[in-house]
T-cell receptor
């Protein structure tokens, strides 16, 4: 599995756009990029997944450049409730049994009013 | 929205006691996982389970741990003889297909406190 590197922490204010970048220099051809969000004392929650270019859903956008060696999670107009840890994970399609998702330390986003 | 259900939400036990944590994965999911998170630390992979057998396990998942799918709906994690360092939040997850590109749905967790 490709190793990922992301900032340990970020601070923002309500209403701002937040961009969290993740480096994954050793990403393989079959690897997808997935972001999870975790609130204190809760399980991680899927946010968004992509393979290349841009993906957008109701929560976030994911930008992936052509070389796929990095990706950027974009959260538009954050609110206090977006304060959480954000994890970038890279894993392959997997044909079955157990390509375990390994979590790094993630990025702790703190949103202030 | 389908969810993964875990029980108990919190369990306190004495060191050396056996503990069973229970999970009900999403009904059409085929892959099941246990992760743990010690307070203030990262989410750590323990084990994945598919087709009634362990697919992968980490170094943490030693002989004190076991998993079982005793019926068509439950997925359990047993810790045979708990240690103080087993105190953590334990998360069950499930996915429709193998991990990686596929999305894991996590439960709310079971907090285990070993005294």
């Amino acid at each position: 599995l490709a190793k990922t590197t992301q900032p340990i922490s970020m601070d923002s204010y309500e209403g701002q756009e937040v961009n969290i970048t993740c480096s994954h220099n050793n990403i393989a051809t079959n690897d997808y990029i997935t972001w999870y969000q975790q609130f204190p004392s809760q399980g991680p929650r899927f946010i968004i997944q992509g393979y290349k270019t841009k993906v957008t859903n109701e929560v976030a956008s994911l930008f992936i450049p052509a070389d796929r060696k990095s990706s950027t999670l974009s959260l538009p107009r954050v609110s206090l409730s977006d304060t959480a840890v954000y994890y970038c994970l890279v894993g392959d399609i997997g044909t079955g049994a157990g390509t375990a998702l390994i979590f790094g330390k993630g990025t702790t986003l703190s949103v202030s009013s | 929205e389908p969810e993964v259900t875990q029980t108990p939400s919190h369990q306190v036990t004495q060191m050396g006691q056996e503990v069973i944590l229970r999970c009900v994965p999403i009904s059409n999911h085929l892959y099941f996982y246990w992760y743990r998170q010690i307070l203030g630390q990262k989410v750590e992979f323990l084990v994945s389970f598919y087709n009634n057998e362990i697919s992968e396990k980490s170094e943490i998942f030693d002989d004190q741990f076991s998993v079982e799918r005793p019926d068509g709906s439950n997925f359990t994690l047993k810790i045979r003889s708990t240690k103080l360092e087993d105190s953590a939040m334990y998360f069950c997850a499930s996915s429709r297909t193998g991990a990686g590109a596929n999305v894991l749905t996590f439960g709310a967790g079971s907090r285990l406190t070993v005294l």
